[in-house]
């Protein structure tokens, strides 16, 4: 099945730099990949996704690249804020509708 | 607005009793749902999914005696711990799909005493 790896597991910025979350996936025919932000005692909510016929998806300060060959995709967070303090879970696909989740990394945005 | 709705949202009992918690799709019909359990400072990790109309699968090394599934209706999976222990104290959470979108509940936290 699907593996996914996540780096960093924290990561520490000052407000208004960026901030790079990357994973690596296992399964070459993976074609779906998720970031859910959770905040402390809440439920994980879907930021961003993209799928495997694009190389980069953007949503305003939040950007995810998608690399096929290397089996990696990143979380790009720009002019971050406190409020994107929470921990990041990147997923993948390992079976249908089901998603394997990264180890998390706990963003800390200080101001 | 939230699409997955998870009850109780917290739950305190006393080991060896059984702990029921429902997720409900709403506005949408869900044949399939996945139940996840998140121990402190931990990633979600997948327990089992429930099937509408059939037995529900379970993920390596979780006890499918312990963790009974019933998919009850298209809009309705619950979980019930059976005979709780505090080793599975954490966060249960339910998710269903809508599309390629998983929709997750808002988790329910059980603390087993």
């Known amino acids: 099945g699907e593996n996914v790896e996540q780096h960093p597991s924290t990561l520490s910025v000052q407000e208004g730099d960026s901030a790079v979350i990357k994973c690596t996936y296992s399964?070459?025919?993976?074609?779906?990949f998720p970031w859910y932000k959770q905040e402390l005692g809440k439920r994980p909510q879907l930021i961003i996704d993209?799928?495997?016929?694009?190389g980069e998806k953007k949503d305003q300060r939040i950007a995810v690249t998608l690399n096929k060959t290397a089996k990696h995709f990143s979380l790009h967070i720009t002019e971050t804020q406190p409020e994107d303090s929470a921990v990041y879970f990147c997923?993948?696909?390992?079976?249908?509708?089901?998603?394997?989740f990264g180890t998390g990394t706990r963003l800390l945005v200080s101001p | 607005g939230a699409v997955v709705s998870q009850h109780p949202s917290r739950v305190i009992c006393k080991s060896g009793t059984s702990v029921k918690i429902e997720c409900r799709s709403l506005?949408?019909?869900?044949?399939?749902m996945f139940w996840y359990r998140q121990f402190p400072k931990q990633s979600l990790m997948l327990m089992a999914t429930?099937?509408?109309?059939?037995?529900?699968?379970?993920e390596q090394g979780v006890e499918k005696d312990k963790f009974l599934i019933n998919h009850a209706s298209l809009t309705l999976s619950t979980l019930t711990v059976t005979s709780a222990h505090p080793e599975d104290s954490c966060f249960y959470i339910c998710?269903?799909?809508?599309?390629?979108?998983?929709?997750f509940g808002n988790g329910t936290r059980l603390t087993v005493t």
């Open positions: 506005d949408f019909q869900a044949t399939t």
């Open positions: 399964d070459s025919a993976s074609n779906y």
């Open positions: 429930s099937n509408e109309g059939s037995k529900a699968t379970y």
């Open positions: 993209i799928r495997s016929n694009v």
């Open positions: 998710s269903a799909p809508r599309g390629r979108t998983l929709h």
């Open positions: 997923a993948a696909p390992t079976g249908f509708q089901k998603l394997v």
